[in-house]
C-alpha cells in the first residue's frame, strides 16, 4: 500500500540510489541508442530516476535543479504530495473508465472545478483528450463543423502540435514536420507582432509591431483566405516554442475584433500559458479578450497526460455525437490528477508566487542584459514563461549546457537563438536565487571563452 500522503505536507527528501550507478547509465544509454526512435531528439542521453519539487535525479548520481517541469507540465513541482494522493486514491478505485461507455466521477468534478476557472463563464462545454496536439485536432473540427467554413489562419511562428492537423497550424520549425506532407490544406499564415516575424528592428516600439501585424491579417483576409471561407484564427498568447513573445493586448482585441466582424472563431492555444503559469489563470486574461474556444493541457494535470478544448455550449453543439471522443480520452487517473492540481492552485494562491518569482526573474536576468547589451538583445515574456534572446546564434546552446554542468537544466526554443525558463510555478525565492546565479555565471563563462 503506497503512503498516504497530505495535501499541504512537507515534501519528502529524494530517495537515496544504491547499486552501481554507472553501469545502469550505460545501459539505458545503449538501449537508447539502440532502440529508442532518434526522431525523437533529446537534451542528452540521461536519464531521470526521481523527482520532488523542483529537483531530478539522475540515474548517474547527479541532482539538478529542473528549470524545464517537463516542458511546463510539472506546475506544482515533481511528485507533488496533494497530486500523487490523488493519483493513488482513484488508481486503487478505477483506473480506466471509457468515455464513451460512462462518465468517472473525477471527470465530472473536474468539469465542475473547472467551470468556475474560466475566463468567461460563456466558455462553459468541455471535451477532454490527452495531449495538446490532439486537442488542437479537436478544435479544428469544432471550428469547422460550427462555421461550415475550411479555413484557418495561424501566426507566423506559432507551434500548436505534431499531429496532422496540429502540424499542418505549426510554423515555428520545418522540422516538425518536413518530409511528412502533404500536410492538411486550407491553412494561412499572418504575422504575429514579433520584429522577427515582420522583419524589422528589435527596438521597433509594441504600438508598431501591432499595427504591421494587423495590416498583415488584413492583407492575408483580402488576398488568402476570404473571411467567408475562414473558420478560425489561431493564436498562441505568449507564443512558445516561436521564442516566448506575449502577444500585446491590443493585438489580441484587433483579433477580437476582426473575428467578431467576420463570424470568425477566436482560438486561444493555452496548452503551455495555461493554469497560472503566465500569472494568470489563463493568458487571454492579461487582454480581457474572450476568445471562441480554448485549448489547454500541459500544467493542467501536473504530469498525467490530459487535455482539454472548452468553447460555448452552442458552438460545442454543432459536433454531432460521436465526432468527439477516443479511448483514452478524459482518462480517470489523468482527471484526478488534474482535480487535485487546480484545487490546490485555488487553494494556495499559487498566482501570488508566480508574479513574486517572475519579477525576481526578470530583475535578475534585466541587470545580467544591462551588463551585456551587445549579447542578450531581449528579455521578455509573461509571469514564469520567461526566456532570453542573444544576438549571436547559437549562444542558446552554449549557455544551455554550461547551465547543466552546473546543474540546472534550461530549454531552447525557437530558429532564433533563445534559452527559455519554465520552472514549476511553487519555485521559492532562494530556489530562483540559485538558477540566477548560475544563469549568469553561465552566459559569462560562455562570453569569456568567445574573447
Ligand atoms: C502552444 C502549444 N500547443 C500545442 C502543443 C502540443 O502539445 P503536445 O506536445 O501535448 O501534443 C504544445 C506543446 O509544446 C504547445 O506548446
Known amino acids: ?3 498516504s500522503v ?56 547527479r541532482s539538478l535543479l ?11 513541482g515533481h511528485c507533488h504530495p496533494a497530486v500523487t494522493e490523488a493519483i493513488v486514491k482513484q488508481a486503487s478505485a478505477i483506473v480506466h473508465v471509457q468515455c464513451a461507455i460512462a462518465l468517472s466521477e473525477p471527470y465530472t468534478d473536474l468539469v465542475e472545478q473547472l467551470v468556475g476557472m474560466m475566463p468567461s463563464p460563456s466558455l462553459d462545454s468541455f471535451f477532454f483528450w490527452n495531449s495538446g496536439s490532439e486537442a488542437n485536432e479537436a478544435a ?51 504575422a504575429f507582432p514579433y520584429w522577427h516575424a515582420l522583419g524589422v528592428p528589435a527596438s521597433t516600439p509594441e504600438d508598431e509591431l501591432v499595427r504591421l501585424a494587423v495590416h498583415q491579417l488584413e492583407q492575408t ?29 491590443s493585438f489580441m482585441r484587433a483579433l477580437r475584433g476582426v473575428c467578431d466582424r467576420h463570424g470568425i472563431l477566436l482560438v486561444a492555444d493555452e496548452v503551455q500559458t495555461g493554469f497560472g503559469r503566465t500569472g494568470r489563470t489563463f493568458a487571454v486574461e492579461h487582454s480581457g479578450v474572450t476568445p471562441d474556444v480554448m485549448v489547454f493541457a500541459k500544467g493542467f494535470a501536473n504530469g498525467m497526460p490530459l487535455s482539454g478544448v472548452v468553447t ?61 547589451p551587445d549579447v542578450i538583445v531581449d528579455v521578455r515574456g509573461a509571469g ?5 534572446e542573444f544576438t549571436q546564434p547559437g549562444t542558446n546552446k552554449l549557455v544551455q549546457d554550461a547551465c547543466y554542468d552546473r546543474g540546472l537544466v534550461v530549454l531552447t ?17 532562494a530556489e530562483m536565487a540559485e538558477a540566477l546565479a548560475i544563469i549568469r555565471q553561465s552566459v559569462l563563462a560562455v562570453v569569456a571563452a568567445a574573447i
Do not use: W
Open 221 to 249: 483576409l483580402q488576398q488568402q483566405s476570404a473571411p467567408e471561407d475562414t473558420a478560425a484564427i489561431f493564436i498562441e498568447p505568449v507564443l512558445g516554442e516561436g521564442g516566448y513573445v506575449p502577444a500585446p493586448a
Open 140 to 190: 479544428i473540427k469544432i471550428a469547422r463543423a460550427h462555421t461550415r467554413r475550411n479555413n484557418i489562419v495561424v501566426m507566423q511562428g506559432a507551434y500548436h502540435g505534431r499531429t496532422s492537423g496540429a502540424a499542418a497550424l505549426t510554423r515555428s520549425k520545418t522540422s516538425f514536420f518536413a518530409r511528412s506532407g502533404p500536410l492538411m490544406p486550407c491553412v494561412f499564415t499572418t
Open 6 to 61: 497530505s495535501e499541504a505536507g512537507p515534501v519528502a527528501p529524494l530517495p537515496t540510489k544504491a547499486g552501481p550507478e554507472s553501469q545502469s547509465t550505460a545501459r539505458y544509454q545503449s538501449i537508447a541508442r539502440n532502440h529508442i526512435a532518434p526522431a525523437l531528439g533529446r537534451l542528452r542521453d540521461h536519464v531521470f530516476t526521481s523527482g520532488r519539487g523542483l529537483r531530478v535525479e539522475t540515474s548517474d548520481g
Open 312 to 372: 460555448r455550449r452552442d458552438i460545442m453543439a454543432s459536433m454531432p455525437a460521436g465526432s468527439l471522443g477516443g479511448t483514452y480520452s478524459g482518462n480517470a487517473v489523468a482527471c484526478a490528477a488534474a482535480l487535485a492540481t487546480t484545487r490546490y492552485m485555488q487553494r494556495h494562491d499559487v498566482l501570488a508566487n508566480v508574479n513574486a518569482r517572475s519579477a525576481q526573474l526578470f530583475a535578475g536576468l534585466r541587470t545580467l542584459q544591462s551588463e551585456l
Open 66 to 76: 529542473d528549470f524545464t517541469a517537463g516542458i511546463g507540465v510539472t506546475s506544482l
Open 384 to 388: 514564469l514563461m520567461v526566456a532570453l
Open 413 to 429: 526554443t525557437s530558429i532564433y537563438p533563445v534559452l527559455r525558463f519554465i520552472p514549476a510555478l511553487v519555485v521559492d525565492e
Open 1 to 3: 500500500m503506497a503512503p
